[in-house]
């Protein structure tokens, strides 16, 4: 018989511990970076395919100031619109679709996105119309033609950049002094894909700023900008829907509106450098291979590491 104080040792007991080592966390480090790349990648080659399809239907034409406007608005509005309703109204009334390429794990109260009204479209329409003369206006044309290899590359550091821009905003929209600009993009914790139009006037005009900074600096080819426009559309889109795609592997920014605080750039690679992040929970597939090669190669100790244990 067994004295009080003393337990029989269980297998689990007696297991060794499993040591991290320098070695691992370098696996890890390399496997976030891959992780965080492969959507820059995915963002600089849609957007030179769109880029290349806009040069070739264009090409023959002369667009005075006035068409590459309206142009410009066309493919933004058209493209928001399009892609957004055929998330909300195809893919996730179609439940085998939708537990698919769900990639929520918080969940959170139901929140119905309003109908969209006359009114609101006139108005967000007149505002994104605003918004294209005056980008076009102030910032200088310039003509890169339709090479594969330096389209990618201006595109590839675009997205780079971009997101830092918008990391830097959105980190300081969540300080005090500004967070009432904020306040009505975060009236939904049940993000769908329209709430990413969600947002004050004021926040429009500084997110918009961030996002074609690179623009002011190096000037724009209009079929560089109308390609951007309608594959940042489509990223951000996907990014408030709750669902992974193609852009989106994992619950990155569906974090950010349940919690609130951290996860402000576009996708997670600035906040991992200024640590910030929410660590997500990753979506492995065929359309992501980093998440799905870390499924597969990471040993389970080094998973921890990535989980902030």
Same mark, same amino acid.
Request: charged content about 20%; glycine content about 6%.
């Given at each position: ?22 070695? @691992? ?9 891959? *992780? #965080? ?34 142009? %410009?608005?066309?493919? +933004?509005?058209? !493209?928001? %619109?399009?892609? +957004?309703?055929?998330? #909300? ?13 769900? &990639? ?5 109260? #139901? ?12 108005? $967000?329409?007149?505002?994104?119309? /605003?918004? /294209? ?8 044309? &310039?003509?890169? +033609? ?6 990618? +590359? ?18 300081? *929209? ?17 993000? !769908?894909?329209?709430? /990413? ?5 004021? #926040? ?6 961030? =996002? ?19 594959? $940042?559309?489509? %990223? ?10 193609? *852009?989106?592997?994992? =619950?990155?920014? @569906? ?8 996860? %402000? ?26 998440? /799905? ?17």
């Amino acid at each position: 018989m067994l004295s009080p104080g003393f337990h029989t040792p269980s297998p689990l007991n007696n297991r060794p511990e499993t040591t991290v080592t320098s070695k @691992d966390k370098l696996t890890v480090k390399l496997f976030n970076l891959f *992780f #965080e790349i492969e959507f820059f990648i995915k963002v600089a080659v849609a957007c030179t395919l769109v880029q290349q399809l806009i040069y070739w239907l264009s090409n023959k034409f002369h667009f005075d100031f006035t068409a590459e406007v309206l142009l %410009y608005w066309l493919i +933004g509005s058209v !493209s928001f %619109y399009s892609i +957004g309703i055929f998330i #909300e109204k195809v893919l996730k009334t179609n439940q085998t679709w939708r537990e698919r390429f769900n &990639v929520r794990v918080k969940k959170v109260r #139901e929140q119905p996105f309003p109908e969209f009204t006359a009114k609101g479209i006139l108005v $967000g329409e007149i505002k994104s119309l /605003a918004a /294209a003369a005056i980008i076009l206006y102030l910032a200088p044309e &310039v003509h890169r +033609g339709n090479s594969w290899l330096l389209n990618f +590359g201006w595109f590839f550091a675009r997205i780079i950049v971009a997101d830092f821009c918008f990391y830097v905003t959105h980190r300081l *929209f969540h300080q005090k002094f500004l967070q009432d600009i904020h306040l009505k993009h975060h009236e939904f914790l049940d993000s !769908s894909s329209f709430v /990413a139009g969600h947002k004050s006037l004021l #926040e429009y005009a500084i997110v918009t700023i961030a =996002d074609v900074l690179p623009v002011f600096v190096f000037g724009y080819d209009i079929t560089q900008l109308c390609a951007w426009t309608a594959i $940042g559309n489509a %990223y951000n889109l996907e990014g408030h829907s709750s669902l992974s795609i193609f *852009f989106i592997d994992s =619950d990155f920014h @569906d974090l950010h509106h349940s919690r609130f605080k951290g996860n %402000y750039g576009i996708q997670g690679f600035w906040d991992r450098i200024f640590n910030t992040l929410n660590h997500p929970t990753k979506k492995p597939g065929i359309m992501f291979p980093a998440a /799905a090669l870390e499924k597969n190669f990471l040993k389970p100790s080094c998973k921890n590491i990535d989980n902030g244990n």
